[in-house]
């Protein structure tokens, strides 16, 4: 995580990566289990090179980064770069990937079934399903731009559930398909951005 940066000294980020990328080499050989890194908000530390508003050491980063990607090649450690802002990424780690894959923000028939999965213990009914689904359509965010922004995974996950339960916790009330409505319809989409 961003956490790889450490207190920002120099040199640091670069020895926090590289001891990632070692420990994951080390217990693979000598525990000989599967092994595998992955880097969360990848953007963030395997930015683009050589922009002027970035620190020479967040440079000096990515460098370590792609050597340390050549270094295990070979050694069967896939390395995971997850971010929703993969045209950030430095065009020499997107030379080296196997593959891109994007996953699209949930569509209807996916965002009933994200709060079916979530509220199996306390089923909802096909229609509050369906009425869940319509309160999170894509909707314009008031202040952002004109176009109508999708809601994401996490929205529906750790935003609207994750609100909904603790209304419903603090309240002493049950929690009921009309109270996740009601959070739906205060709770706007995460903005979408080119990439997204």
């Known amino acids: 995580s961003v956490q790889i940066r450490g207190n920002g000294l120099i040199g640091q980020l670069g020895r926090n990566i590289h001891n990632a990328f070692e420990t994951a080499v080390t217990r693979k050989r000598n ?6 890194l992955l ?7 395997g930015a683009a090179r050589g922009s002027g508003q970035r620190h020479h ?12 990607i050549d270094r295990i090649r070979g050694n069967n450690i896939p390395v995971f770069f997850v971010t929703n802002r993969a045209n950030s990424l430095d065009s020499a780690i997107l030379r080296r ?7 699209n923000r949930p569509n209807a028939e996916q965002r009933k079934e994200v709060f079916r999965r979530l509220f199996q213990e306390n089923p909802i009914s096909d229609a509050g399903l369906n009425r869940l689904a319509a309160r999170t359509e ?29 209304d419903a916790v603090f309240s002493g009330q049950p929690l009921t398909a009309e109270l996740l409505e009601k959070i739906c319809a205060a709770t706007y989409p995460t903005p979408e951005f080119q990439e997204d």
């Open 138 to 166: 894509p909707r314009q965010i008031p202040g952002f731009d004109q176009r109508k922004h999708r809601y994401t995974y996490s929205d529906l996950t750790q935003r609207i559930a994750k609100s909904a339960i603790e």
């Open 39 to 45: 880097i969360d908000e990848a953007d963030t530390i």
């Open 31 to 36: 525990e000989d289990i599967a092994a595998m």
């Open 97 to 103: 990937t196997a593959g891109i894959y994007h996953f």
């Open 57 to 68: 050491e967040d440079d000096a980063g990515v460098n370590t980064i792609i050597q340390e």
